[in-house]
């Protein structure tokens, strides 16, 4: 997902023109990242709230993924599928049947799950009218992806500047009102399959093709590329200019889940210390993607935010080391 | 029928050592068929006894020099080894005398008030937390049990479990008691901080809430009265509101009752699998409610029904 963020960056940079098949193929990676992640989302979820049969069980579906992402790529996560100019590995058309068999039976356990966890009282009871962010502070707060689409802010970067094969395959913006927690999850849920449809779809369409453009030797150094990827979490970017031997000389990605922290204190705000978990857990955080470090002196209400320089001087005092 | 000095002591310690020695098995089978719901393997079924063993090898550790954080475990597992003695298992229990329902529920809360304890003299945020969420759940628990019990009472006419299965064996099952036999099931689940009912430990959110602080052989006590609570309540239940069949031979009897402790335990594992976790509050609406409904079986009882 990063990987494609980047990649379309450079190429943009480089005003290359990708392969359409090559499209196709990163849309499906990008479409069972997203399902992976929403299954795994939906089983830390249901463990914060103690319910550990629905982890085990969507983690159960989760794994057929992983094994589907293998097979095409090689890898279960972190695919290094892309490369500047296209995908590394096509996915030849003797393979689709197995795909489809796999992406039947998830399709097929997922809405198993999703109905048992529609129809549960208990469930309802804990994440309807919990961590409420209202429409009018989602979109003061910039909040993005699923979290944001929870509370009725209909924004998708696939639909709204549409990359890779987004533009050609049927896309579903998938927007909740009610604005709870439980809304987060119809929306995650109903994103997971409409993501095995999109990947279906996909196959279906994907023209024949070469997978990867022809570059030249070198992306000239100087020009700046910017693109925006919808992961599952929510919109990321990157922003990157060239530098000289085909290598970057600034690059910038922006992850979604430091702007969804702020929509934290909203939800938590006169909630019990028993919602505060699963409120924080609703937006799918990923704490390593914030990159910011703040102290605040309660006594004073002074606030110092740290930047990687501190850090870096800091961590060599403290350890010694040249 | 009483028994003397020599047989009460007998039994009393035959009925100790099978609570302690039986208890983790049964937490094993539970833990087993929780995995299984999960399509898990899930770990051996003797693994509570490892548990036991290696907790009970560890070394001390304590957070606060306060006597009842040291010592809570200890008292909370005599009280639940003092209840077993009154509880009828295999037969009549050994230590029976007039007015021990009363005792029971007391030395229930006796363990209730350990786990506060523990909770508060622990120094941990967290533990202040399950503390105040252990109060608020006994105080809706243990009524329903309390009505539970004295519904049996009004209706046997006697303060006494060996009574009371008596003449459960002798009348047909009697509405009351099916009311209140329910509600009695569903505190059990709460008693045993079962989902979605295990809101005073709630690892996710409190971190074991009492326990946080607690470690070594004293977590390892807590954990055996734990499952020790589960054999007595459960066999309560069963011996109490579901007597039958009663055959009248020793052996027959226990293993009857022990299929039946078994068949209630995996009832209670099924619900535990199949909740999350309630919140405090949702907790407390529910156990209101389930008061009522006990209360409406002890009116029944009271009218004669």
Redesign the interface.
């Known amino acids: 997902m990063h990987s494609t963020g980047y990649c379309q960056a450079v190429e943009k940079a480089g005003g290359i023109e990708v392969p359409r098949r090559a499209r196709y193929i990163r849309t499906i990676i990008l479409e069972l990242e997203r399902i992976q992640s929403h299954l795994l989302w939906l089983g830390i979820a ?12 969507a983690w ?1 579906i989760r794994e057929p993924v992983m094994w589907l992402c293998e097979k095409i790529t090689g890898n279960r996560k972190l695919y290094g599928i892309n490369v500047v100019g296209g995908v590394r590995r096509d996915i030849p058309k003797e393979m689709h049947p197995q795909l489809l068999e796999v992406l039947g039976r998830i399709e097929k356990e997922t809405r198993a799950v999703l109905d048992a966890v529609v129809t ?1 009282t ?2 309802l ?2 994440l309807a009218n919990v961590g409420i962010v209202p429409n009018k502070d989602a979109i003061a707060y910039s909040l993005l992806g699923p979290t944001a689409r929870g509370s009725g802010v209909a924004i998708d970067i696939r639909v709204d500047h549409p990359y890779a094969a987004y533009g050609e395959v049927e896309t579903n913006v998938m927007v909740e009102t009610s604005e709870d927690i439980w809304a987060r999850t119809v929306v995650r849920m109903k994103e997971t399959l409409d993501s095995i449809r999109i990947v279906r779809d996909c196959l279906e369409m994907m023209p024949e093709g070469p997978i990867q453009a022809k570059i030249a030797e070198r992306i000239p150094p100087g020009l700046i590329g910017q693109s925006s990827v919808e992961a599952p979490r929510g919109e990321t970017h990157h922003y990157v200019i060239t530098g000289e031997d085909n290598r970057p000389y600034r690059w910038k990605a922006r992850a979604p889940t430091f702007q969804n922290l702020q929509g934290v204190p909203i939800m938590v705000l006169g909630e ?6 699963i409120a924080l857990g609703s937006i799918d955080p990923c704490f390593s993607c914030t990159e910011r470090l703040e102290t605040v002196d309660v006594r004073s209400g002074q606030v110092k935010v740290y930047t990687k320089a501190d850090l870096f001087r800091m961590c060599k005092e403290k350890w010694g080391r040249k | 029928m009483d028994y003397s000095l020599g047989q009460t002591i007998g039994l009393s310690v035959v009925q100790v050592v099978v609570v302690l020695l039986l208890s983790p098995l049964l937490e094993g089978l539970i833990r087993k068929l929780i995995a299984f719901v999960h399509s898990r393997i899930g770990p051996p079924v003797y693994q509570p006894y490892l548990d036991i063993l290696k907790l009970l090898g560890k070394e001390e550790i304590a957070s606060s020099r306060s006597f009842l954080f040291r010592y809570s475990a200890v008292i909370a597992l005599t009280a639940v080894l003092t209840a077993s003695l009154l509880v009828p298992m295999f037969g009549k229990p050994p230590l029976g005398f007039a007015g021990e329902v009363i005792v029971f529920v007391y030395l229930i809360s006796v363990v209730a008030v350990m786990i506060y304890m523990s909770g508060v003299t622990s120094g941990s945020p967290y533990g202040l937390v399950g503390a105040g969420r252990e109060v608020m759940m006994v105080l809706t628990v243990e009524p329903v049990l309390a009505i539970a019990l004295i519904t049996a009472a009004v209706k046997s006419g006697s303060m006494m479990f060996g009574d009371m299965v008596a003449w459960q064996l002798s009348h047909p099952p009697a509405l009351s008691m099916v009311i209140v036999g329910v509600t009695l099931f569903l505190a059990i689940v709460a008693q045993l901080a079962r989902l979605p009912f295990d809101i005073v430990e709630a690892d996710q959110e409190i971190m074991e809430g009492p326990f946080v602080e607690q470690s070594g052989p004293k977590l390892a006590l807590f954990k055996w009265g734990f499952y020790a609570k589960q054999l007595i309540f459960a066999s309560l239940l069963v011996s109490v509101f579901i007597p039958w069949p009663h055959v009248g031979k020793l052996v027959l009897d226990a293993l009857i009752t022990l299929a039946k402790v078994i068949v209630l335990l995996v009832l209670v594992g099924v619900v535990h699998a199949v909740n999350p976790r309630l919140r405090i509050d949702q907790s407390i609406q529910f156990f209101g409610l389930l008061i009522f409904a006990a209360a409406a079986g002890l009116a029944f009882a009271l009218v004669g029904s």
């Open positions: 249901a463990h914060i709230i103690g319910f550990d049969t629905v982890l085990m069980q159960r549960d208990t469930l009871a804990r019990t210390i028993a919602d505060v978990p």
